[in-house]
Nanobody, 128 residues
Framework: QVQLVESGGGLVQPGGSLRLSCAAS????????IGWFRQAPGKEREFVAA????????YYEDSVKGRFTISRDNTKDIVFLQMNSLQPEDTAVYFCAATDLNSHSTVVIESTSSYDYWGQGTQVTVSS
Protein backbone atom coordinates (compact mmCIF):
# COMPACT_ATOMS: atom_id res chain seq x y z
CA GLN A 1 0.00 0.00 0.00
CA VAL A 2 1.42 3.35 -1.06
CA GLN A 3 1.59 5.76 1.82
CA LEU A 4 3.18 9.07 2.75
CA VAL A 5 3.37 10.09 6.38
CA GLU A 6 4.34 13.54 7.57
CA SER A 7 5.74 14.31 11.00
CA GLY A 8 7.54 17.09 12.83
CA GLY A 9 4.83 19.70 13.08
CA GLY A 10 4.04 21.58 16.25
CA LEU A 11 3.82 24.93 17.97
CA VAL A 12 6.76 27.29 17.65
CA GLN A 13 7.38 30.93 18.42
CA PRO A 14 8.02 33.45 15.65
CA GLY A 15 11.62 33.20 14.54
CA GLY A 16 11.82 29.56 15.53
CA SER A 17 12.51 26.46 13.48
CA LEU A 18 10.91 23.13 12.72
CA ARG A 19 11.93 20.21 10.54
CA LEU A 20 9.18 18.29 8.83
CA SER A 21 9.67 14.76 7.57
CA CYS A 22 7.82 12.89 4.87
CA ALA A 23 8.31 9.14 4.99
CA ALA A 24 7.25 6.86 2.17
CA SER A 25 6.12 3.29 2.38
CA UNK A 26 4.95 0.92 -0.30
CA UNK A 27 7.11 2.52 -2.96
CA UNK A 28 10.62 3.86 -3.48
CA UNK A 29 11.06 7.60 -3.58
CA UNK A 30 14.04 7.59 -5.96
CA UNK A 31 12.04 8.23 -9.10
CA UNK A 32 9.46 10.53 -7.58
CA UNK A 33 9.42 14.26 -7.17
CA ILE A 34 8.20 15.27 -3.74
CA GLY A 35 6.35 18.46 -3.04
CA TRP A 36 5.40 20.19 0.16
CA PHE A 37 2.15 22.12 0.20
CA ARG A 38 0.32 23.93 2.96
CA GLN A 39 -3.24 24.91 3.66
CA ALA A 40 -4.32 27.56 6.12
CA PRO A 41 -7.91 27.75 7.39
CA GLY A 42 -10.20 29.18 4.75
CA LYS A 43 -7.50 29.19 2.09
CA GLU A 44 -6.60 26.98 -0.82
CA ARG A 45 -3.76 24.52 -0.63
CA GLU A 46 -0.60 26.21 -1.88
CA PHE A 47 2.80 25.11 -3.06
CA VAL A 48 5.72 25.52 -0.68
CA ALA A 49 8.69 23.57 -2.03
CA ALA A 50 9.59 20.59 -4.17
CA UNK A 51 12.53 18.37 -4.95
CA UNK A 52 12.85 16.24 -8.05
CA UNK A 53 14.00 12.64 -8.15
CA UNK A 54 17.57 11.66 -8.72
CA UNK A 55 18.74 15.01 -10.06
CA UNK A 56 17.44 16.64 -6.86
CA UNK A 57 16.56 20.00 -8.36
CA UNK A 58 14.74 22.14 -5.84
CA TYR A 59 11.95 24.68 -6.16
CA TYR A 60 10.55 27.13 -3.62
CA GLU A 61 7.62 29.46 -3.31
CA ASP A 62 8.91 33.03 -3.14
CA SER A 63 7.89 33.73 0.46
CA VAL A 64 9.90 30.78 1.81
CA LYS A 65 13.07 31.20 -0.23
CA GLY A 66 16.06 31.62 2.06
CA ARG A 67 14.09 30.32 5.04
CA PHE A 68 13.02 26.80 4.04
CA THR A 69 15.20 24.03 2.69
CA ILE A 70 13.96 20.81 1.12
CA SER A 71 16.19 17.77 1.00
CA ARG A 72 15.87 14.03 0.58
CA ASP A 73 17.51 10.84 1.80
CA ASN A 74 16.74 8.24 -0.83
CA THR A 75 18.41 5.51 1.20
CA LYS A 76 15.69 5.94 3.81
CA ASP A 77 12.84 7.10 1.55
CA ILE A 78 12.45 10.32 3.52
CA VAL A 79 12.14 13.93 2.42
CA PHE A 80 12.73 16.77 4.84
CA LEU A 81 11.56 20.36 4.98
CA GLN A 82 13.74 22.46 7.26
CA MET A 83 11.85 25.61 8.18
CA ASN A 84 13.73 28.49 9.78
CA SER A 85 12.69 32.02 10.74
CA LEU A 86 9.08 30.92 10.96
CA GLN A 87 6.42 33.59 10.97
CA PRO A 88 2.74 33.54 11.95
CA GLU A 89 1.78 33.53 8.27
CA ASP A 90 3.48 30.15 7.95
CA THR A 91 0.79 28.64 10.16
CA ALA A 92 -0.99 25.90 8.23
CA VAL A 93 -1.38 22.19 7.78
CA TYR A 94 1.60 20.98 5.77
CA PHE A 95 1.22 18.12 3.32
CA CYS A 96 3.79 16.19 1.35
CA ALA A 97 2.93 14.68 -2.00
CA ALA A 98 4.62 12.51 -4.61
CA THR A 99 4.53 12.49 -8.38
CA ASP A 100 6.30 10.35 -10.97
CA LEU A 101 6.01 13.08 -13.58
CA ASN A 102 9.47 13.80 -14.93
CA SER A 103 9.12 17.53 -15.39
CA HIS A 104 11.09 20.64 -14.59
CA SER A 105 8.25 22.96 -15.45
CA THR A 106 7.42 25.09 -12.44
CA VAL A 107 3.80 25.16 -13.55
CA VAL A 108 3.68 21.38 -13.30
CA ILE A 109 5.73 21.12 -10.14
CA GLU A 110 3.70 23.74 -8.29
CA SER A 111 0.31 22.33 -9.20
CA THR A 112 -1.54 20.10 -6.74
CA SER A 113 -3.06 18.21 -9.66
CA SER A 114 0.38 16.93 -10.68
CA TYR A 115 0.71 14.80 -7.57
CA ASP A 116 -0.64 11.28 -7.21
CA TYR A 117 -0.04 10.49 -3.57
CA TRP A 118 -0.65 12.65 -0.52
CA GLY A 119 0.04 12.40 3.18
CA GLN A 120 -2.47 13.21 5.87
CA GLY A 121 -0.80 16.48 6.87
CA THR A 122 0.92 17.85 9.94
CA GLN A 123 -0.08 21.03 11.75
CA VAL A 124 2.43 23.87 12.05
CA THR A 125 1.44 26.74 14.32
CA VAL A 126 3.64 29.82 14.69
CA SER A 127 2.52 31.93 17.60
CA SER A 128 3.89 33.74 20.62
Amino acid sequence: QVQLVESGGGLVQPGGSLRLSCAASGFTLDYYAIGWFRQAPGKEREFVAAITGRRTNTYYEDSVKGRFTISRDNTKDIVFLQMNSLQPEDTAVYFCAATDLNSHSTVVIESTSSYDYWGQGTQVTVSS
